[in-house]
């Protein structure tokens, strides 16, 4: 079972760019972040056309997020428990097979200092607590998407350029601490322990040229699915490519 992840930085600008990725990539399921349309205007019939079932949580020109999947989505749920008043489309999931798939486009959180960074540290809590909520019911789950979160100094080309980034910030690496201390496990990071590898660069500066990038997008997986970890990569392939997103899918395989 391959699990792939990506903000694809609105799905009608790039949606040619992404389907001929679903085509050579082939994932069984897969989790877009920054899918800027609301849920109705999303392109199903071009992702029906590959064989994919939908399950879409969408937003006018922001955010929005949506799963696709090989095989039947089962007891969907939309929007992240904890604030009812939270209107922002950044969550979803359902059961995929038997694994209960979750798809995230964590908040920025720029600038700290703000009401968005807070906004950011109380979603992360609410995600802690719904992983909290899916380990006790043991429930094998993946979270995965645009986590905007570097964890680690090794995460960035650039370090120091990111120390007073709401990305970076120390109160941020420690929310995300929470959620590995909680039983998950980084994927990519699990089964690439010394590599240096990113999945955004901006677009400014020639970042991608120099490959001045970080690693924010991260698929988490409950203690049942790290068990059956087969890999898990990078693909750069889509970065390169004319009118690219900023970022670039992560792909975890899981064997049965």
């Given at each position: 079972m391959r699990i792939a992840t990506w903000n694809v930085n609105s799905v009608k600008a790039r949606l040619s760019n992404v389907l001929d990725w679903l085509r050579a990539a082939d994932p069984d399921v897969a989790v877009l972040q920054e899918i800027?349309?609301?849920t109705e205007a999303f392109p199903r019939f071009e992702f029906e056309?590959?064989?994919?079932?939908?399950l879409v949580h969408g937003q006018k020109s922001y955010n929005g997020v949506a799963l696709l999947s090989k095989t039947p989505i089962e007891d969907p749920l939309t929007g992240l428990d904890g604030d009812g008043a939270d209107t922002q489309a950044r969550y979803l999931e359902a059961t995929v097979r038997g694994v209960r798939v979750c798809g995230l486009y964590l908040p920025n959180g720029n600038p700290a200092g703000t009401e968005k960074y807070d906004y950011k540290l109380a979603w992360m809590e609410r995600l802690r607590r719904r992983a909290e909520t899916l380990l006790t019911a043991g429930t094998p789950?993946?979270?995965?998407?645009?986590?905007n979160v570097i964890p680690e100094a090794r995460d960035a080309a650039d370090p120091a350029a990111w120390t007073s980034d709401a990305l970076f910030l120390l109160e941020t690496r420690r929310r995300f601490r929470a959620l590995l201390h909680l039983g998950l496990t980084d994927s990519w990071r699990a089964l690439n322990?010394?590599?240096?590898?990113?999945?955004?660069?901006?677009?400014?500066n020639q970042a991608w040229q120099a490959d001045n990038g970080i690693r924010i997008d991260h698929l988490l997986v409950s203690p049942e699915l790290a068990d059956r970890l087969d890999a898990c990569i990078i693909d750069r392939e889509p970065?390169?490519?004319?009118?690219?997103?900023?970022?670039t899918p992560v792909v975890a395989t899981l064997s049965e």
């Open positions: 800027k349309c609301e056309a590959l064989g994919y079932k939908l789950f993946v979270m995965g998407g645009d986590f322990p010394t590599a240096v590898g990113y999945s955004f660069w901006d677009y400014q970065r390169g490519r004319d009118r690219a997103s900023d970022h």
